[in-house]
């Protein structure tokens, strides 16, 4: 089945920018949707369709896809951006139609 | 406001069977998929099922085929999650969570943790 990859983890100062990238075989012809995780939380949708910021998101976070890596940019990192990111994508036509990257901590200085 | 409030945490001995609930308001129910998501201890975001509210039918991802089985009452607005055969590895955060189609997963709910252990 399709495989997503994310980096384990990454640590910034505040103030700077984050580029959280998730991997797969030409999954810029996939939809990517973003979801963020803080300690002892639920996820929350960040980024849905490569790029897009529901309501409520701020528009530090962005989204981009192409070729076979998507990236979630946070820009101007603050600390209650520390949290777990995981990148999600589907897989039409089969029986694990839903696929989670691994996850990328992030962690803010 | 879209909410999807679950079942309270749950300890179960290997072997056993759990049974959480997810109940949705706030939005029309047969409109969007209801999916769950496990995550163990310490680890990431496992899918594990969804159902059609609307239709009842569901799909489980492989790995827990016969063990999972996901059913909906419309009256009471209500998905239920059915594991059986538990094992210590099952011990998670069970997770329900919406999406419309094949779109993403906009509203969560708070987890309902059940631990394995004899």
């Known amino acids: 089945s399709y495989v997503v990859t994310q980096s384990p983890s990454m640590s910034l100062a505040p103030g700077q920018t984050a580029k959280i990238s998730c991997g797969g075989n030409n999954i810029g012809s996939k939809t990517v949707n973003w979801y963020q995780q803080r300690p002892g939380q639920a996820p929350v949708l960040v980024v849905y369709?490569?790029?897009d910021r529901p309501s409520g998101i701020p528009d530090r976070f962005s989204g981009s896809n192409s070729g076979n890596t998507a990236t979630l940019t946070i820009g101007r990192v603050e600390a209650g951006d520390e949290a777990d990111y995981y990148c999600?994508?589907?897989?039409?036509?089969?029986?694990?139609?839903?696929?989670f990257g691994g996850g990328t901590k992030l962690t803010v200085l | 406001q879209v909410q999807l409030v679950q079942s309270g945490a749950e300890m179960k001995k290997p072997g056993a069977s759990v049974k959480v609930s997810c109940q949705a308001s706030g939005y029309t129910f047969n409109g969007y998929y209801i999916h769950w998501v496990r995550q163990a201890p310490g680890q990431g975001l496992e899918w594990m099922g969804r159902i059609n509210p609307n239709s009842g039918g569901a799909n489980y991802a492989q790995k827990f085929q016969g063990r999972i089985t996901v059913t909906r009452d419309t009256s009471i607005r209500t998905v239920y999650m059915d594991l059986s055969s538990l094992r210590p590895d099952d011990t998670a955060i069970y997770y329900c969570a919406r999406v419309e189609a094949v779109g993403s997963f906009d509203f969560w709910g708070r987890g309902t943790l059940v631990t394995v252990s004899s």
């Open positions: 369709d490569d790029a």
């Open positions: 999600q994508v589907w897989e039409s036509g089969r029986d694990h139609p839903v696929i």
